[in-house]
């Protein structure tokens, strides 16, 4: 079990930057990929980022690619999520997930944190 807990929403400008943490329970910490997903008001849930459980490797979507870095610290159980140069449409309530290396799915998720982005 696995438990994640979001934190560094909050309300920036345009152009500007967050960085949002997760930190999860456990000492099995190294055994997930770790993701970010965000969901929009009205809009399906998203992929944002995904990072493997070394941190070697990561992925974005092409709306977030060049502006989002994610980074995990497993000495610290936490992943990371910097946001630069952010846009109105970056508004959603981000989340947090979890997926064990020997699945495909997201099995775990944080409550969430919003981030919104005025013009």
């Known amino acids: 079990q696995v438990q994640l807990v979001e934190s560094g929403g909050g309300l920036v400008q345009a152009g500007g930057s967050l960085r949002l943490s997760c930190a999860a329970s456990g000492r099995t910490f190294i055994s997930y990929g770790m993701g970010w997903f965000r969901q929009a008001p009205g809009k399906e849930r998203e992929f944002v980022a995904r990072?493997?459980?070394?941190?070697?490797?990561?992925d974005y979507s092409d709306s977030v690619k060049g502006r989002f870095t994610i980074s995990r610290d497993n000495a610290k159980n936490t992943v990371y999520l910097q946001m630069n140069s952010l846009k109105p449409e970056d508004t959603a309530v981000y989340y947090c997930?979890?997926?064990?290396?020997?699945?495909?799915?997201?099995?775990?998720w944080g409550q969430g944190t919003q981030v919104t982005v005025s013009s």
């Open positions: 990072v493997s459980w070394s941190g070697v490797v990561t």
């Open positions: 997930a979890a997926r064990h290396i020997s699945s495909s799915e997201y099995h775990y």
